[in-house]
């Protein structure tokens, strides 16, 4: 059963500009803390945290988190997601959650566009249901019960496989994260992710995220000699992503 990607925002700092903002005052004043909160700077928010982004100060944008709750990726894709080691993760237990009824999974786009490549493709994942399933009966034959049958059987579920995941991190995270899985050059399943999340938080944040995206958004590709050679398109799309 193929499964598609759906992003949620969670929640987030309340006022997450105004946290960041205040977080960064606290390093430039020599006021007390008690009126952080209500010096607001009323209007000159965003252009503060624009150059606060701009001069690279970036410890007080670690004040501001986000939390995402995530399905429609693959185990592949949540392989990658996790080294991101910077971040909070709750993840899917396959060993809690089996379906003897068929499983989720992601099709790749090369493989489903073409005929011949998905009739293979979802023969496979058929027949890993159907030993995924007799690996099960067999195991409760055996004696095995509840979750310590799903967590053997699971050995066969391929990479394929559809999971779902809460995942939080914090704006400096986030702006790495996206340099990193934004890029034209990441894997295709989490640099769309990568930019629905981005899509959530500029909305929530604009100012904190006005220039994220792939690392060609603030300078030269840092891909070198590997570079995707479309670095205006790339800009542009991501000015304009909303």
């Not at 969670?10 to 209500?38: M, W």
């Not at 080294?83 to 709750?90: G, I, V």
Request: charged share 25%; net charge positive; aromatic share 8%.
């Amino acid at each position: 059963m193929e499964s598609k990607l759906k992003v949620v925002l969670i929640s987030h700092t309340p006022d997450p500009e105004q946290t960041v903002a205040a977080a960064a005052r606290l390093c430039y004043r020599s006021g007390g803390v008690d009126t952080l909160k209500d010096d607001k700077l009323e209007g000159q928010t965003r252009s503060f945290l624009a150059k606060l982004v701009d001069m690279g100060h970036m410890s007080p944008i670690e004040h501001a988190s986000f939390t995402f709750a995530i399905e429609g990726i693959s185990r592949a894709c949540s392989h990658q997601l996790v080294r991101h080691r910077l971040a909070s993760y709750s993840q899917q237990s396959q060993r809690y959650v089996g379906k003897t009824s068929g499983f989720h999974y992601i099709v790749p786009p090369s493989i489903g566009d073409d005929p011949e490549l998905r009739t293979r493709f979802e023969s496979f994942m058929k027949e890993a249901q159907k030993t995924y399933n007799y690996l099960a009966t067999r195991l409760e034959e055996k004696g095995l019960k509840g979750e310590s049958v799903r967590e053997d059987a699971r050995f066969v579920l391929p990479n394929a496989t559809e999971t779902k995941i809460m995942v939080t991190m914090n704006a400096r995270e986030l702006l790495h994260f996206f340099r990193q899985r934004c890029c034209n050059r990441a894997q295709w399943e989490i640099r769309g992710m990568a930019t629905e999340m981005l899509k959530l938080v500029r909305n929530a944040a604009p100012a904190l995220f006005r220039t994220a995206g792939p690392g060609c958004m603030n300078g030269p590709c840092p891909e070198g000699a590997y570079s995707c050679g479309k670095i205006k398109d790339v800009k542009k799309y991501f000015r304009n992503l909303s």
